[in-house]
């Protein structure tokens, strides 16, 4: 009975642990704080920099695979830059000025597909 019980506690201290996991993650990094978020399964979603409670600096998304599917710069909670997007047969570049699209070039295999 006690081994019973011992197999039943091991797999319930299991279930906690990785329902835990799933949860954010915040830790402190010189004047930021890096969030690390999870997916329903455990995998990395999201890591990014909060800057004063903003999105601040380089963040990168992935899918529930842990594929990277997004990359791109905040500057004080804002869109700048270049933005990359993945999908399974394109990449697409996203220019952010103040926050909005100003050009989109998409890419495949063989080159440029489109700029808009």
Do not use: C, R
């Not at 969030?35 to 909060?50: P, R």
């Not at 869109?79 to 495949?108: P, Q, R």
């Amino acid at each position: 009975m006690k081994k019973i019980a011992l197999v039943f506690a091991f797999i319930f201290s299991i279930a906690i642990v990785n329902a835990q996991s799933t949860k954010p993650v915040f830790e402190k990094a010189d004047n930021k704080v890096k969030a690390t978020y999870f997916h329903s399964n455990g995998e990395v979603a999201q890591v990014g920099h909060f800057l004063n409670g903003k999105l601040h600096g380089e963040w990168t998304m992935f899918n529930e695979e842990g594929k990277k599917i997004a990359t791109g710069n905040y500057t004080e909670g804002k869109k700048t830059g270049k933005w990359f997007f993945w999908n399974k047969t394109e990449l697409n570049e996203v220019d952010y000025k103040n926050s909005k699209i100003a050009n989109v070039t998409k890419w495949n295999n063989e080159g440029t597909l489109v700029v808009n």
